[in-house]
């Protein structure tokens, strides 16, 4: 197989994008509730308790659009990455830092050429998935 045709086509989970939301908000709840402990005035605690609260609903709903905008994601042999948007068009993404691909899981951050940034958390098993040992792979190579 040549190379330029190597690549790894994944499609992310619903149940991982489930996951990933739901811990976001449990975290968003223990914030509050560790503010909330702090031995601060009743005025401090609440104006911490607000900004916490609208930086996490602003992070998670910046992740919720990426999760809708993304139906699946190609990672080419050179780290050139291809988002699909929910039209089903391929657009070009850049590869961000802070994705890791370990074992049977991965966490990859990409941005479109427009600005959109989205994340997936993803799993595969390279004995029974071609596209996941691809990845691996590929990794390899662009992680270091």
């Known amino acids: ?3 330029a045709t190597y690549s790894a086509s994944l499609t992310p989970d619903p149940w991982l994008r489930i996951v ?3 811990s ?3 975290l968003i709840a223990a914030g509050l509730v560790m ?6 005035n ?3 605690r609440g104006a911490g308790c607000l900004a916490w609260l609208g930086l996490g609903c602003v992070e998670l709903g910046r992740v919720d659009r990426g999760f809708r905008y993304c139906s699946a994601l190609r990672v080419g042999p050179g780290g050139e990455i291809a988002l699909q948007n929910p039209d089903l068009e ?3 993404a850049t590869l961000q830092s802070g994705s890791v691909v370990i074992g049977r899981f991965a966490w990859l951050r990409v941005q479109t050429g427009g600005g959109r940034q989205c994340a997936e958390f993803l799993r595969g098993d390279a004995r029974a998935d071609p596209d996941w040992r691809r990845l691996k792979v590929i990794w390899r190579h662009i992680g270091a």
């Not at 503010?35 to 601060?40: M, Y």
């Open 1 to 3: 197989m040549s190379s």
């Open 20 to 22: 990933v939301l739901t």
């Open 24 to 26: 976001g908000q449990l």
């Open 35 to 40: 503010i909330l402990t702090l031995d601060l």
């Open 42 to 44: 009743a005025v401090l």
């Open 90 to 92: 391929w657009e070009p």
